[in-house]
């Protein structure tokens, strides 16, 4: 867990919070007024007071999802809390909120992840995820029961998760971000996905695609070489019309490393100049 995610436990705690979370509740206890407006060139801002420790959230009205408005006013509760964004200007882009792709700053990220806590707290949703048996299906229940969007729940698992996994988005049928979780370290090759062979192909050509897990190549999401890593890959992905986006949902099952191991080592075995030298010396010269 970082500082950021560690300041949002603390602020839940403090104020007794045991469920999912009303974010209007919290606002007002922190001097927060939270206003939707018209606007174009934002998701949220935050105005703060000169003189008092209060403020307004402002929200663009024109956010069409519920679950994406109070991910935003997570996200500007964040940037109200942490104490290094005390100076920031906080107008936050739609492109940055709700998102975890290296090329937002770190100030959008940590104010994301400050809101992925607020809004799933690690200790509430951690025993209602089964995070040893990744399935779309149960974090759907979760973000239906915490107001959150599957993107920002299927991330907050793969977070949690001690399995291997991997959450990735693609928009217009070309993969802009993904997250691992942590027990899954093989790079994918982004700017070669989705594949035309994944089920998140299919669903950008408009096709069907089952709404389950289903095994598929590895090479699908992983680079040739590193294939022989993985020993099966399932693909569970969904359309998200509103954002032309589909998210994709893998897990993997992991060649044994171990095993892996040993054969580079049995290999070096047999190049161990040692063993080479001393059959070649014993030639007549
Ligand atoms: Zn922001």
Redesign the pocket.
């Known amino acids: 867990m970082n500082a950021v995610e560690r300041l949002a436990e603390l602020f839940l705690d403090r104020l007794g919070v045991n469920g999912p979370p009303d974010l209007f509740a919290i606002a007002t206890k922190i001097g927060l007024r939270i206003k939707e407006v018209e606007a174009d060139g934002f998701d949220?801002?935050?105005v703060r007071a000169l003189d008092a420790p209060k403020g307004i959230i402002a929200i663009n009205s024109r956010i069409r999802e519920h679950t994406r408005k109070r991910f935003a006013i997570g996200?500007?509760i964040?940037?109200y809390l942490i104490p290094h964004?005390q100076h920031?200007e906080?107008?936050?882009?739609p492109n940055?909120?709700e998102r975890w792709h290296s090329g937002i700053s770190q100030?959008?990220r940590e104010?994301?992840e400050f809101s992925a806590e607020l809004l799933l707290p690690r200790k509430i949703v951690a025993p209602l995820f089964g995070l040893n048996d990744p399935s779309l299906e149960r974090i759907r229940k979760v973000a239906a029961e915490f107001s959150t969007s599957l993107t920002a729940t299927a991330y907050r698992f793969v977070e949690l998760t001690d399995k291997p996994c991997c959450l990735v988005w693609s928009e217009r049928n070309r993969t802009r971000w993904y997250v691992p979780s942590a027990t899954f370290r093989i790079p994918l090759p982004v700017s070669e996905l989705p594949s035309p062979h994944s089920m998140a192909a299919k669903l950008f050509a408009g096709q069907h695609a089952p709404d389950q897990f289903v095994e598929i190549p590895q090479e699908t999401w992983l680079n040739r070489w590193d294939a022989h890593r993985v020993r099966r890959v399932l693909e569970h992905s969904v359309a998200l019309s509103s954002y032309e986006a589909v998210l994709s949902f893998l897990e993997f099952e992991l060649e044994d490393e171990k095993h892996e191991d040993d054969e580079r080592s049995e290999l070096l075995e047999e190049l161990d100049p040692n063993r080479y030298h001393s059959a070649t010396r014993r030639k007549p010269t």
């Open positions: 949220g801002t935050l996200h500007e964040g940037h964004h920031l906080n107008v936050c882009r940055t909120i100030t959008e104010a994301n």
